[in-house]
């Protein structure tokens, strides 16, 4: 599922794909409610509108627009609310961020317009990020090192630049005991959290706070066009 010039195009999607997409929210923590289906069935979307009348369009505009889709196709009525979450802020450490800026001419452009954060590397124990933001590192490094975090990171850094970043770390082995799994950690190399402090002059600090959550109050299943 992406979104094309003029519209959205999405072959074999469940309705909660689509609705992260139309949300920005990737986290299916964050959503409730909602019959199984929108888990289970599949749909093909092909959604075009004026380009002319429409002209450069944001991200934020075309998500609105695929809501609004939803709600015309699926007759999707959802509700925002605030719920508490064990979190980890991503906080500056008392030494300060060690971060490499991205040289502008390194900021990669979407065709949609604006800059983009790249990842060049994303696998267990090894994170690669070029002209991303610290928001960007925050919900990335979540995805990537989830097993040994267990609960999202949210950005309270303050900072307002694109950075590259390089990160490695050596991966809790989940099949182990906490005590055990920390002991070969600590022998083996550096934790996520030992890492973020040394090689990214950040911290992860556990915290509990609320995040947005999308409460689906009512759908129905689509007529075929």
């Known amino acids: 599922m992406y979104f094309t010039a003029d519209g959205v195009h999405a072959m074999d999607v469940t309705l909660l794909w689509a609705m992260q997409e139309a949300y920005g929210v990737f986290d299916l923590e964050l959503f409730s409610g909602g019959p199984a289906w929108i888990d289970e069935k599949r749909f093909d979307i092909e959604a075009k509108y004026d380009v002319e009348k429409y002209p450069n369009l944001t991200r934020e505009q075309r998500e609105l627009m695929l809501q609004q889709l939803l709600a015309d196709r699926f007759k999707l009525v959802v509700h925002h609310e605030a719920r508490d979450f064990p979190l980890y802020a991503l906080v500056p450490s008392k030494g300060g961020p060690n971060l490499e800026g991205t040289k502008p001419d390194q900021i990669q452009q979407s065709k949609l317009g604006g800059p983009v954060c790249v990842v060049t590397a994303a696998r267990r124990g090894t994170l690669g990020l070029k002209g991303c933001t610290s928001a960007d590192l925050a919900r990335i490094l979540y995805g990537a090192a989830k097993p040994d975090l267990g609960r999202k990171v949210v950005d309270q850094t ?40 040394e090689q990214l002059g950040l911290e992860l600090k556990p915290i509990k706070g609320p995040l947005d959550t999308i409460v689906i109050d009512h759908v129905e299943m689509p007529t075929e066009n």
Not at 170 to 191: I, R
């Open 158 to 197: 303050g900072l307002t630049g694109r950075y590259t970043v390089e990160l490695h770390w050596t991966p809790v082995d989940t099949s182990m005991s906490s005590a055990s799994a920390s002991a070969a950690t600590d022998a083996a190399g550096p934790s996520i959290f030992t890492a973020v402090k």
